[in-house]
Structure formats: structure tokens, C-alpha cells
């Protein structure tokens, strides 16, 4: 396997093309200030000031570049990063100008800077990612591949897997690209950007069906994509204090589960701006998740005033109603909620459960029906459907919806296969009833569901 220090050494001619380029540049690019956004303008003046106090200050100036990075003018930050390599080989302004270079998807270029920066930096693991996605995206196909094989241990590994994959898809390696992007989901499951790429290859693989539920899962997770701690963007990040910033890192932080951080940051970009709507919407669900039901309560408040309440803020705080058992209230939200979109599946959802507890099963499974009908790709909902047959003694119609999910790949799986092995049983299909429960069993077993097998081998003991 060919290490860094190789692809470096492979790049050599085109560092000296850098380095000459650096000792070209003597003067930073115009800085039109006056050009910027108002609010950055503040911002970028000073750091030009500090660097015009001191023109020869590699320091001053990689902070202007970064000031100028972190407010997304790239192209003027490019050459500001350039103006810093020429004055000291530090690894900040080799990385960062490659991350630029990147934005403005001048690949090539980007890979040059990436190259030296992981031979300044060799145990940096976003470094070496980002130069594999410059080498991939620039065309050299066969050097990110083996960029990306040598990380596919440590931190980046769902990262590293998915460009392998990716790579060796490229390289027409089908079967071992999908094994690759494989284990990129097993390691994180909702990187969507994988399950795109795994669908790709089932379909040129002629497995539609899989495909197809592959491309399910990449629209329904979106953008959400692996992190790696990188210390260099954090402080890049951190140069902007106006709310936007804030609530990306918020979002960051509460797909990754840290709920205090991203509390944290919306509230910040709060302090910014008291009528950034989104950061009141999500700051419900997550004062609900610490039942700081107080607090949920006054962002719900807060967003009266400014107009239409969204409604994913009406459902936010119909679960924060619900689960302190005021049913009646949150039914009422999660009716407002659907009075701004009568297709909110949530809402229908969770009017489901609030029916089911007081046993109303009509209208419990109508709930989930319509809950269905609004978000079909849901397994969780489908389950729901399926218990309320069960509940009703339509056995046949259960294990008819409960059959499709016996091969999801939801983290509840095996309940599903459980509810499925119980419709069967009920519907006197005692051995294939058995048959699915233990394998209900051994997979909650697998996925340390430990309450939930337990719960099942004393089923499957009335059956022997």
C-alpha cells in the first residue's frame, strides 16, 4: 500500500509549482471591503487592519485568510493563504487553502496544498480524507483509493470506506466497491451520502429491489455525514459570531447526539437573533429530550409573535405535552400541527399512540393509516399498522403489512420480526410463527436488547 509520504513525493512537481507561486506572491489580492456583506464587513476590516500594521506577519495574515474563509469569500481567501505560505510552510495554511481550493472545486490545486500539508501533519486524519476526496475528485482514482485503504481504521473509517467504495466503483470493482460501502453504513448508519452510493451499485448490479431501499434510506437521511474532530475548521468556525454559524453547529451536534452542545448553540445564535425561528423550533425537541419542559414551553411561546408557528414546533411540543401525560393538551398541538400540514406524519403518528393508550383502536389504527399514507418509506408507522390488526384480530392483514419489514434494516428490527412471528402464531401458522420469533430473539440478543429477547424466549417457551 502506498503511504502519504509516496502520493507527497508523487506530487513533487507540483509543490515546487506552490512554492514558486508563493514566492511570487508579495502582495495580498485586493480586499474590497466596502463589496461584502454588511455583516462580515466589521470582521474582515479589522483582521486587514492587523495585517496592514504588520504586512509581513505569516501569522496576521492566516488569520485574515481564515476570517475571509470562515465568511465564505474563497476566492479572496485563496490568495491570502497563499500570501502566508509564502512567509511560513505551516500546516494551517497548507490544509486550509486546500479546503478552499476544494470550495471553489479546483481539485487538482487542492491536492497539491493537501499533499504537503499531510507531510507536515502526517497523523491528521481529516488532512488525509480531504486530500483522498481532492485526489478522487480531480481523477486520480487509483492514489485516492489508496489514500483512502489506509484509513479506514480510526476516526474516519465510515469517511474512508465510502471513498473507497466510491473509487473502486469508478474502477468498475462493483462487488468490492458495495462491500466497502457496506461497511461505511454498518459503521454509521445514517451517512446518506453512502446509501446513495450503495443504491448506484446495487441498481448497475442489477438488484433493483435493494436498490431501491437503499435510495430510500439516502432520502431519508439526507446530508447527515460522519464527523472528524479537525481542530484547524473548529477555529475557522469559530471567527464568525453571527447566528447562521451557530445553528449549523447546533445541527451538527444534535445529529451526533450531543444535546447539551447543540442547546448551547442555539441559544447562541439566539442571543444573535431572537427571531431565528428555526433555533426556537429545535430548541423544543431538545429541552423536551431533558424534560426541561419549561424552558420548551417559553421557545414555543416565543415563536407566536413572529407569525405562523411552524408545525414541526406544534409537534415538538405535543411530545413534550405527551410525555408528561397531558394527553388532551397534546392532542390539541399535534391538531395544530396538522392544520398547517395535514400530511405531518408525526403529528398523525403520535394522535395514533395517544388513542391506542386510551383504547380506541378504530381510531388509533386510522391515525397510523393516514401516518402511511403521508410517509410511506416509515417502517416504524407500518409496524404500528400492523399491531392495531393484530389488536383487531385481522391476523391475515397483519402479517400481510408486517411481512415487508422482516428484511428492514431498522434499528427495531427485531420487534418488527417479533410482531410478525406473533400474527403468525395467531393465525395458527404455529411453526413459521416460531421460526421468525427466534429469529426476533437472536438478533435483539445481537443488538444487546437484552429486556426484549428475554421478553421473547418466554414466549417461545409456551410454544414448545
Not at 431538545?286 to 414551553?297: D, F, S, T, V
Not at 400530511?343 to 388509533?364: I, K
Not at 393484530?390 to 428484511?407: N, V
Not at 420480526?417 to 395458527?428: D, M, R, S
Request: one cysteine or more; glycine letters at 8%.
Amino acid at each position: 500500500m502506498r503511504s502519504s509520504w509516496a502520493i507527497v513525493a508523487r506530487l513533487a512537481v507540483g509543490f515546487a509549482l506552490i512554492a514558486c507561486a508563493g514566492l511570487q506572491a508579495q502582495q495580498l489580492p485586493p480586499i474590497a471591503v466596502d463589496s461584502y456583506p454588511a455583516v462580515s464587513r466589521q470582521p474582515i476590516a479589522q483582521a486587514l487592519a492587523h495585517v496592514r500594521a504588520q504586512p509581513d506577519d505569516a501569522a496576521r495574515i492566516g488569520h485574515l485568510a481564515m476570517v475571509l474563509h470562515a465568511w465564505e469569500q474563497y476566492e479572496t481567501a485563496a490568495g491570502v493563504y497563499a500570501r502566508a505560505r509564502a512567509l511560513e510552510r505551516r500546516y494551517d495554511w497548507f490544509y486550509l487553502g486546500g479546503l478552499v481550493q476544494t470550495r471553489l472545486a479546483h481539485h487538482a490545486a487542492a491536492a497539491r496544498l493537501l499533499a504537503v500539508a499531510v507531510r507536515l501533519a502526517p497523523g491528521s486524519a481529516p488532512a488525509r480524507l480531504a486530500l483522498a476526496d481532492a485526489l478522487f475528485e480531480s481523477g486520480d482514482v487509483a492514489a485516492a483509493a489508496r489514500e483512502y485503504s489506509s484509513l479506514t481504521t480510526g476516526p474516519g473509517a465510515p469517511h474512508a470506506h465510502y471513498g473507497l467504495g466510491r473509487s473502486l466503483a469508478a474502477q468498475g470493482e462493483k462487488e468490492a466497491a458495495l462491500r466497502e460501502i457496506e461497511a461505511a453504513v454498518r459503521l454509521f448508519p445514517e451517512f446518506g451520502a453512502a446509501w446513495y452510493a450503495e443504491g448506484m451499485v446495487l441498481r448497475g448490479l442489477g438488484r433493483s429491489n435493494e436498490a431501491r431501499k437503499a435510495l430510500e434510506h439516502a432520502q431519508q437521511f439526507g446530508a447527515a455525514w460522519p464527523s472528524v474532530e479537525d481542530p484547524a475548521v473548529a477555529r475557522v468556525r469559530a471567527l464568525r459570531d453571527d447566528a447562521g454559524p451557530h445553528v449549523k453547529r447546533g445541527l451538527t451536534l444534535q445529529k451526533q447526539g450531543d444535546v447539551a452542545g447543540a442547546i448551547a448553540e442555539y441559544e447562541a445564535a439566539l442571543a444573535v437573533d431572537p427571531q431565528l425561528a428555526s433555533a426556537h423550533v429545535n430548541l423544543i425537541a431538545l429541552y423536551g429530550r431533558q424534560q426541561g419542559w419549561e424552558k420548551a414551553e417559553s421557545h414555543y411561546r416565543a415563536l407566536e409573535p413572529l407569525g405562523s408557528v411552524p408545525a414541526e414546533a406544534h409537534y415538538n411540543f405535543g411530545i413534550c405535552l405527551a410525555a408528561q401525560r397531558k394527553s388532551t393538551e397534546a392532542a390539541d398541538v399535534f391538531r395544530k400541527a396538522l392544520a398547517v400540514n395535514p400530511e405531518h406524519a408525526g403529528a398523525l403518528s403520535s394522535l395514533g399512540q395517544l388513542a391506542e393508550l386510551e383504547g380506541r383502536v378504530d381510531q388509533a389504527e386510522a391515525s397510523y393509516r393516514s401516518a402511511a399514507a403521508a410517509a410511506p418509506n416509515d417502517p416504524q408507522i407500518r409496524f404500528n399498522v400492523g399491531r392495531m390488526l393484530i389488536a383487531r384480530g385481522q391476523f391475515t392483514e397483519a402479517i400481510a403489512e408486517l411481512d415487508p419489514l422482516k428484511s428492514s434494516e431498522h434499528p427495531d428490527r427485531a420487534r418488527f420480526l417479533f410482531g410478525l412471528a406473533t400474527a403468525h402464531v395467531l393465525a395458527g401458522h404455529r411453526d413459521e410463527g416460531q421460526r421468525y420469533a427466534i429469529q426476533a430473539r437472536d438478533l435483539a440478543r445481537e443488538r444487546g436488547q437484552g429486556e426484549l429477547a428475554d421478553s421473547i424466549e418466554r414466549e417461545l417457551a409456551t410454544l414448545k
